[in-house]
Structure formats: structure tokens, C-alpha cells
């Protein structure tokens, strides 16, 4: 008999391909997706430990289920992700009604998992190992990747993936959870890899995005060999199909020259480069253990507008990290300015119970502080981006169609009409014009006719089109 799967991600890219994986893997065992609550066998919560709100909003959500497991004592409850690995046992204490509980680094294990709750085991639990729980061989070994199968209908959309080149992180940045929930950094062998990536291009895909936490920095030696990431995307644009590579995040540190000039080189690597500085101030990156100066940061942005001039750039910040002084905001606020990033994603600081930093720093900037400082900067930054998409005004920009505007969804349309579509420039930026639904999929020629601060406004160019385009510019 068919089962059916509720499953709701929140978080970063790597949440999204696993849920991806463990759909494909229930899906091998006869699962298929419920549409709601009501219809599902097994409800999974794929969690984010990132800021607390991420953490309080899973707990909301696990609390409105409490009276519904009463009535349906049957469905399985599981908790996965960040959230399972850093809290374990504390998540069946706040929800006695959770079956199973189930750290990044194990999802490879939840079928069977399920299995045991299914035939009267009790709720279960699956774990990787602590950063000091034992040899850093045993720790790897716990953090296990997951990148069994992919399954195209819960991708964003069939044509653009996410492939994992890297799990886990060594930086340790002092605000940071993730080294602690996704252990250990560990490069994937390139050759599953590659061979992910053909099974992805034969799928019909035509826009890979490499993952990893601190994905510039992958490395895998094998038989006295060392691939880096400019060696996989030299071997990634030989792949027919593939016709743009994408990475992200990167590390300030790790930016090399070769890597810069494979982007450069490589018609199919998007001149999109995502580079958080986090902060402007030299004291505040110190205390937050980046591993670089603002000095450094300003080297390396130097060096990828020469080796990249049109590259979009952008960054995150944390403002009111602890002992953070108007005068190290002012120079983050100044880093905005001299940079103008892309886009820049902002975010006031949480302290994370298991890090450095909440062992170290008191939490001693007010609320009402941080989210002024957060205002400030985002202000800024709009008013950037806004500036910064105007050059793209009469300009024809190549978009990979990704489907129907979120107006267009809530609408509808009739068969044969135009609909308002969505896309991506190789630089990352988002543009809705009118098309049919046909062109879904496909890279096609836009041209721009209106901007705002994260938005490209165009028409499709066909002759007459452009005409009309160029007339509406003026
Ligand atoms: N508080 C606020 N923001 C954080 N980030 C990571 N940890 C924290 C934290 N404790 C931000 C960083 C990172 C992004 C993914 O989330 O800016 O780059
Ligand atoms: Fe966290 Fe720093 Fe690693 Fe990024 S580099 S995942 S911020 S520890």
C-alpha cells in the first residue's frame, strides 16, 4: 500500500537538497508526497539552527501538532536537520509526541528508522557524533553524506540543481553552529561528482549550483592527487547539457587567483560570486575568529574586479555581535558603501547555545540596537541595488526561464494566453516579463525595461518586441 510523506524545509541550500534525497529514498520504497497534514503517513520537519528564530519557529510548529498526534496516534512525527543534531533528546523532551529525531549527518538511515517506529519500537533516534566525542576519523565517519538519487520533481525547479561538493566546516567561526551540527569539512571525490552531475544533465538539467559550507575551499586528495574547485569546474563545463555552473558559499580566505580565472575562462561558470565579510570592523571580525582582516577582505574584492569587472558580488553581515560600537557599525556601514555588493543578506545577531562565541561574549547589544543597525545597513544596500540594476535598463540579458511569477500562480491563465514568467540572469538577478508557458525551461534573450532594488522588469526579444521595449524606455 502507497504511504505518504509530509515534508516542510526551512533553511539553507543543503536543508533543500536533503529533503530532496530522503523524498527520492522514501520514494524507492513506495512513499509518495502527501498534499497536507490530513493525508500523510510520515510528517518530517527538515530544521535550521542557524538563528534561534529558525529554532522557535520548528517548536511553534511541532507544538500545533501535539493535539492533532492525540487524534492520529498512527502518523509518524520526525524532526531532521540542524535543529535534531544540536538539540537531540532535548526535541523529544519539548515534544514527547515526536517519533524520531535525526541529525544531518544520518539521514541515510530514516527509512528503516520509520520502519521500527511503524512496527512498536518507540521513538528513535539518530545522531552524529560531537566535535569532541572522539578521533577526528570516527567524527568524519558519523557525518555521513547523502547524495544517494536525485529526484527532479522536488527540485526548485527540474532544470536547476543543487549538487553537494562539500559537507561540514573546519572554520569555527565563534557565532557559527553549523560545525558543530554538520561536523567535519570533507571534500566529496570528484568522480561521484562528475558522475552525479551527468545523471543530473541526462535528467534534463541544465543549471548545476555546487554547494558547501565553505565551498571554495574543497579539496579531496586521493593516489597523491589534489582536485580543487577550479579543477571541477574545468571537468563540470565538459558535461553536454550543463550550460551553467554555479557555486556557493565562498570563504573570503580561499578566493584564489586560479579559481577567479576559471570563472573567467569558463563560458559556463555565472559571474556570480556569493563572499560574505560579515563585518567592516577588524575588531569585530577578531572576535567573530574570520580568519582575515578587513585589509585582506578588500585585497581579495580588488583582485576579483580586475580578474571579474562585471561579476555580481555579494555579502552577509551580522550586525550587533557582541561589544559591537556604533564606530565598528560605521565601518561595516562604509564596506557597503565602497563594495556595492549585489545584494547584501543582513542579519542581527543570535546567539547559539554550543559555540564559541556564547561561551566568550556576553549577548550585550541591545534588540532595539541591532535592528536599527540592520535597517541602516539594508537601507543602504537597496538603495545600492537599486542603482546598480539601472545599468541594466535597454540592455538584453540572457534568462533562464524558471516558471510562473508568484502573481501568476494566484491568477491563473487560459490555455494559449501569455502568463507573467520568472528567470535568472547568469549573474544571479531575477527578471519577470510576459511569455508563454512553453518557454519554461529554456535560456532566452530579455530585454530590460524597468528595474527595482532585486527585480529586472523586460520582454522577450523577438523583432518586434525589442521595438516595443526600446519605445517604452524612451
Ligand atoms: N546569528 C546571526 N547570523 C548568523 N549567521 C550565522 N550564524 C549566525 C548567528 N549566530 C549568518 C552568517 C552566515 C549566514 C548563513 O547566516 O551571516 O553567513
Ligand atoms: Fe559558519 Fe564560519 Fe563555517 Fe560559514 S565559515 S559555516 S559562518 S563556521
Known amino acids: 500500500m502507497t504511504k505518504r510523506l509530509f515534508i516542510e524545509t526551512v533553511g539553507c541550500q543543503m536543508n533543500v537538497l536533503d529533503s530532496e534525497m530522503v523524498v527520492a529514498d522514501l520514494r524507492k520504497r513506495g512513499y509518495e508526497l502527501a498534499r497536507g497534514l490530513d493525508e500523510a503517513d510520515v510528517i518530517l520537519f527538515n530544521t535550521c539552527s542557524v538563528r534561534e528564530q529558525a529554532e522557535n519557529k520548528t517548536y511553534s510548529a511541532l507544538g500545533r501538532l501535539r493535539s492533532f498526534k492525540r487524534e492520529h496516534p ?14 537531540q533528546k532535548l526535541v523529544f523532551d ?20 520509520i520502519e521500527q517506529v511503524a512496527a512498536g519500537t518507540g521513538p528513535q533516534m539518530a545522531v ?31 532544470f536547476q540543481a543543487y549538487l553537494r561538493i562539500q559537507i561540514g566546516c573546519d572554520k569555527f567561526c565563534t557565532y557559527c553552529i553549523v560545525p558543530m551540527t554538520r561536523g567535519p569539512e570533507q571534500g566529496r571525490d570528484p568522480e561521484q561528482i562528475l558522475a552525479e552531475a551527468r545523471v543530473l544533465a541526462d535528467q534534463g538539467c541544465k543549471e548545476i549550483t555546487l554547494i558547501g559550507q565553505t565551498v571554495n575551499s574543497y579539496k579531496f586528495t586521493s593516489g ?29 580566505k580561499d578566493m584564489t587567483d586560479d579559481l577567479l580565472a576559471a570563472v573567467r575562462d569558463l563560458p559556463k561558470c555565472s559571474p556570480y560570486l556569493h563572499v560574505p565579510a560579515q563585518s567592516g570592523s577588524n575588531t569585530v571580525l ?30 552577509d553581515f551580522i550586525v550587533g555581535f557582541p561589544g559591537e560600537t556604533e564606530e565598528d557599525f560605521r565601518l561595516t556601514y562604509d564596506l557597503v558603501a565602497e563594495c556595492r555588493f549585489k545584494n547584501s543578506f543582513i542579519f542581527k ?66 490555455e494559449g494566453e501569455l502568463i507573467q514568467l520568472t528567470g535568472r540572469t547568469p549573474d544571479d538577478r531575477i527578471v519577470v516579463f510576459d511569455g508563454q508557458p512553453r518557454l519554461v525551461g529554456q535560456i532566452i534573450p530579455v530585454a530590460i525595461y524597468d528595474v527595482s532594488p532585486h527585480t529586472l522588469f523586460g520582454a522577450v526579444v523577438t523583432q518586434e518586441v525589442t521595438m516595443a521595449a526600446l519605445a517604452a524606455i524612451g
Open 94 to 113: 519539548r515534544a514527547p509526541y515526536v517519533d524520531l529525531v535525526v541529525g544531518p549527518g544520518q539521514l541515510a538511515r530514516i527509512p528503516d528508522l
Open 349 to 414: 545577531y543570535s546567539e547559539r547555545p554550543g559555540t564559541r562565541g556564547a561561551e566568550l561574549y556576553p549577548d550585550d547589544i541591545p534588540y532595539e540596537v541591532k535592528n536599527r543597525r540592520n535597517n541602516e545597513l539594508l537601507e543602504l544596500q537597496n538603495r545600492i541595488s537599486e542603482q546598480d540594476s539601472q545599468r541594466f535598463l535597454g540592455q538584453r540579458v540572457e534568462v533562464l526561464v524558471e516558471g510562473a511569477s508568484e502573481r501568476a500562480k494566484r491568477t491563473g491563465a487560459d
Open 128 to 158: 552524529s557524533l560531537g566535535r569532541r566525542d572522539g578521533s577526528v576519523q570516527e567524527i568524519k565517519r558519523s557525518h555521513e553524506t547523502f547524495d544517494p538519487l536525485r529526484d527532479p520533481t522536488m527540485r526548485p525547479t527540474p
Open 224 to 252: 597523491g592527487r589534489t582536485t580543487r574547485l577550479a579543477d571541477l569546474l574545468y571537468s563540470l563545463s565538459d558535461i553536454d547539457g550543463i550550460e551553467r555552473l554555479k557555486f556557493v558559499t565562498n570563504y573570503p
Open 286 to 315: 577578531a572576535r567573530m575568529k574570520r580568519g582575515y582582516t578587513i585589509e585582506d577582505y578588500r585585497e581579495m574584492f580588488g583582485r576579483i574586479r580586475a580578474t571579474l569587472p562585471e561579476a555580481a558580488v555579494t555579502s
Open 74 to 87: 498512527e502518523k509518524i512525527i520526525g524532526v531532521m536537520g540542524c535543529m535534531a543534531q544540536k538539540d
